[in-house]
């Protein structure tokens, strides 16, 4: 019997993720559990319900409730932009140049 074969845009229908994060996850884990995760079948990958099984518990430390740690702070700042660092040297340069009046 012929396993019925998922491509991998049906199995990302059914997974919260993208297919880049998929793509890396699978390099990353392409056997689990004494089977493989996913096939390699004329270039294209495909997956039969029981990769999906063993793909879905490699997924499972990463979606465990104990392994989430608080987000760091994150900042907005960022570096002046080239345009405004040029404002602020050229008016520093004409405020310089600038002759002050001599007091009598």
């Known amino acids: 019997m012929v396993p019925d074969f998922l491509t991998l845009r049906e199995v990302l ?3 919260p993720c993208g297919r880049t994060f998929l793509l890396g996850h699978l390099a990353r884990h392409p056997m689990y559990a004494g089977g493989p995760t996913h ?3 004329a270039g294209r990958i495909v997956f039969t319900e029981h990769d999906i099984a063993r793909l ?4 499972a430390p ?3 409730a104990s392994s989430s740690a608080p987000e760091a ?3 907005t700042f960022a570096a ?3 345009e405004r660092e040029f404002s602020r ?3 520093l ?3 310089g140049l600038q002759k002050k009046p001599r007091s009598a």
């Open 62 to 64: 990463c979606l465990s």
């Open 13 to 15: 229908a059914r997974l």
């Open 89 to 91: 040297a050229l008016a």
């Open 93 to 95: 340069l004409t405020k």
């Open 39 to 41: 096939r390699r079948i």
């Open 56 to 59: 879905m518990e490699t997924f």
């Open 80 to 82: 002046p932009s080239a």
């Open 73 to 75: 702070p994150r900042s």
